[in-house]
């Protein structure tokens, strides 16, 4: 397998302003690729477009999007069509983590989770997929979890979302292995991000969290292996082998057990 090819190439990256899509911008215009930044944080992709296109001499297009608007993703694409740019790399890495028990959480929080997780990717790979078959040549990467590894307690929503975007992803990519553009399913494990302040609850981090820099060195390898997922990290691909040595019972009890909210009183369940 050819390793991806970034020569002349145009990136679209979701939630660009921090975090894992920061990293991939850095990474990307240090491979001399051209970007479009998409995230609501306007002085953050204005710093960040300035800096890279200063550093790397790249093209920067920044996009300020609440994505969670029904017709956002009609208002990027009409953006792009104005500009006459076709992305050829898509990474839709923005995203965000509802953590709780399911019924206290308010319904239109999850809802929004859903759409910004699941239907922003769906609905973004549907617009810019066609260009690419066209072109014989292109990459999705679509930003999981190890959360859509298995179901997650205190996480249902998020764990749900997760493994949606992972089971589509590797969908397409079957779909589009012969036909020239690459699907990758990133599952990162805990990551150094804003990602758990915007969670607020330390017990929904499992494990040493990876820097993300390290995430998106390994999903650029595994795009380049022309990989269907990758998970970042031994410990993380370790414990996600857990479910085939155990029940889908056991293995929930486990997961509840270490997701449960230090504040929780139902202390009757048990390993
Ligand atoms: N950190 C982890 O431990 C971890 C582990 C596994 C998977 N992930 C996944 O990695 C992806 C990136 O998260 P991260 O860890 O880099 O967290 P982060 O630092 O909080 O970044 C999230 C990004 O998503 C954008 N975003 C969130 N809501 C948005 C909205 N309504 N409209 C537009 N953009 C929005 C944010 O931009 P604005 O706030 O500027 O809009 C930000 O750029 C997510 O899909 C997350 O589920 C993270």
């Known amino acids: 397998m050819k390793p991806f090819d970034y020569t002349g190439k145009i990136a679209l990256i979701t939630g660009a302003s921090s975090g894992i899509g920061l990293t991939f911008a850095e990474h990307l215009a240090a491979r001399g690729v051209s970007l479009i930044l998409v995230a609501r944080s306007q002085a953050k992709l204005e710093a960040l477009a300035d800096r890279l296109t200063k550093k790397h001499r790249i093209t920067t297009m920044i996009i300020i999007q609440d994505l969670g608007e029904p017709d956002a993703c009609k208002k990027i694409v009409a953006k792009l069509k104005e500009a006459t740019l076709s992305p050829d790399l898509l990474i839709n890495n923005a995203g965000f983590a509802t953590y709780g028990v399911f019924d206290e959480i308010p319904l239109i929080r999850q809802k929004e989770e859903i759409y910004i ?71 990162p494990g805990a990551t150094e991000t804003a990602f758990f302040d915007v969670v607020n609850a330390k017990e929904a981090s499992v494990g040493k969290r990876m820097s993300a820099n390290a995430v998106v060195i390994i999903a650029l390898n595994a795009l380049d292996k022309n990989r269907n997922y990758i998970i970042s990290g031994c410990n993380n691909w370790l414990l996600g082998q ?16 270490m997701l449960r909210p230090n504040t929780h009183s139902n202390k009757g369940l048990k390993l």
């Open 117 to 187: 997780n699941c239907i922003v990717p769906i609905e973004l790979t549907h617009a810019l997929l066609p260009a690419m078959l066209k072109r014989g040549n292109g990459a999705v990467i679509n930003v999981a979890s190890t959360a859509g590894m298995q179901p997650d307690p205190y996480m249902a929503i998020y764990g749900a979302t997760k493994a949606f975007l992972l089971a589509f992803s590797e969908a397409l990519w079957a779909e589009n292995r012969q036909r020239g553009v690459r699907v990758l399913a990133l599952c």
């Open 242 to 257: 857990l479910q085939r040595f155990v029940t889908r019972r056991r293995l929930l009890i486990i997961a509840e057990k």
